[in-house]
């Protein structure tokens, strides 16, 4: 784990007292953050994607720890989400209805401090590994930044929040402007170079929490923004980083260099039926950008029409 980035742990217990012991027991090897009943646990999880590790209290009045499960189970950026139940109950039987449930473990009351943070250290250091691998998984191997199908999952994510917060989602597709020329005049390796260095460029614009900047197949990049981001400044000013990047391309006229195409789109969820028709829409406006003569941007707003529910 990183010394610098703590991993996040959930503690959901309708006991005060029991929540305060495991958030000292924990505190210096988590952030810890804290729910006093299940419908609150539910609503932290929600708000904070990146929960390493939840602390679940069986027991609990209205909603107990096993409903709370089945209904973390159920969201997508929780569906994986490390649980461990605490009870005060004995009975086998409990424990393997957890244990089907989903649960990882099981921590018994009364609290063993020692048994506790060893408990809890195990599992977030096979989570921190989990988690690495994942991330190689989800890189692409040319360029190091997200592949297709890790920028897939986050935008189906993506989606699944804007529904829940009614925010607008900001995507593009980006395409490099004859690349195939770049390749046969400068040889696969320099083509190899060129998209890297583009990677570079759409990553640091893809820097915010839930932003991710992807290689979407061959020379064809994917970019998801923040609410509230001016998508055609934010792609105007990668535009403008590609060409200074003075990458020669091949012509007639050697001063010209590499640049790429944008179409982009800012839209509700409700404008749109899925997040593959978002995407279709935003393919649609890259095209208009190259037949309008590539190295621009092109970019719509979508929102939908009064009692009606796509464009």
């Known amino acids: 784990m990183s010394p610098t980035v703590l991993p996040i742990?959930?503690?959901?217990?309708?006991?005060?007292?029991?929540?305060?012991?495991?958030?000292?027991?924990?505190?210096?090897?988590?952030r810890i953050i804290m729910a006093g009943d299940g419908e609150s646990a539910i609503a932290r999880a929600r708000e904070e994607p990146d929960i390493d590790l939840i602390l679940l209290d069986v027991s609990m009045p209205q909603m107990d720890g096993y409903e709370v499960m089945k209904e973390l189970r159920q969201e997508p950026?929780?569906?994986?989400?490390?649980?461990?139940?605490?009870?005060?109950?004995?009975?086998?039987?409990?424990e393997e209805f957890g244990l089907s449930l989903g649960a990882i473990d099981y921590l018994h009351k009364p609290i063993r401090p020692?048994?506790?943070?060893?408990?809890?250290?195990?599992?977030?250091k096979f989570v921190a590994q989990r988690k690495e691998l994942e991330r190689l998984a989800d890189r692409d191997g040319?360029?190091?930044?997200?592949?297709?199908?890790?920028?897939?999952?986050?935008?189906?994510?993506?989606?699944?929040?804007?529904?829940?917060?009614?925010?607008?989602?900001?995507?593009?597709?980006?395409?490099?402007?004859?690349?195939?020329?770049?390749?046969?005049?400068h040889g696969h390796s320099a083509g190899d170079e060129a998209l890297r260095r583009i990677a570079q460029v759409l990553a640091r614009t893809a820097r915010r929490t839930h932003e991710v900047a992807a290689r979407y197949g061959g020379d064809e990049f994917v970019l998801l923004l923040?609410?509230?981001?001016?998508?055609?400044?934010m792609l105007e000013q990668a535009r403008s980083e590609v060409a200074a990047l003075n990458l020669a391309r091949a012509g007639s006229d050697r001063r010209s260099v590499v640049t790429i195409s944008c179409g982009g789109v800012t839209a509700d969820v409700n404008c749109?039926?899925?997040?593959?028709?978002?995407?279709?829409?935003?393919?649609?406006?890259?095209?208009?950008?190259?037949r309008q003569g590539r190295n621009r941007v092109v970019v719509q707003r979508c929102t939908p029409p009064p009692e009606a529910n796509s464009c």
């Open 9 to 30: 742990v959930l503690i959901v217990d309708n006991d005060s007292i029991n929540r305060s012991l495991l958030a000292e027991l924990l505190q210096n090897d988590c």
């Open 226 to 233: 923040s609410a509230g981001t001016d998508l055609e400044s």
């Open 142 to 185: 040319l360029t190091s930044i997200a592949n297709r199908r890790h920028f897939d999952l986050i935008l189906e994510r993506a989606w699944w929040r804007a529904t829940r917060t009614g925010e607008s989602l900001n995507l593009a597709m980006i395409d490099v402007d004859h690349f195939k020329r770049y390749n046969d005049r």
């Open 272 to 290: 749109t039926p899925s997040p593959a028709a978002l995407l279709r829409q935003a393919d649609v406006l890259l095209y208009k950008a190259k």
């Open 114 to 124: 020692a048994i506790v943070q060893a408990r809890v250290r195990n599992h977030l």
């Open 77 to 94: 950026h929780t569906a994986a989400t490390a649980v461990i139940f605490i009870t005060a109950a004995t009975e086998t039987g409990s």
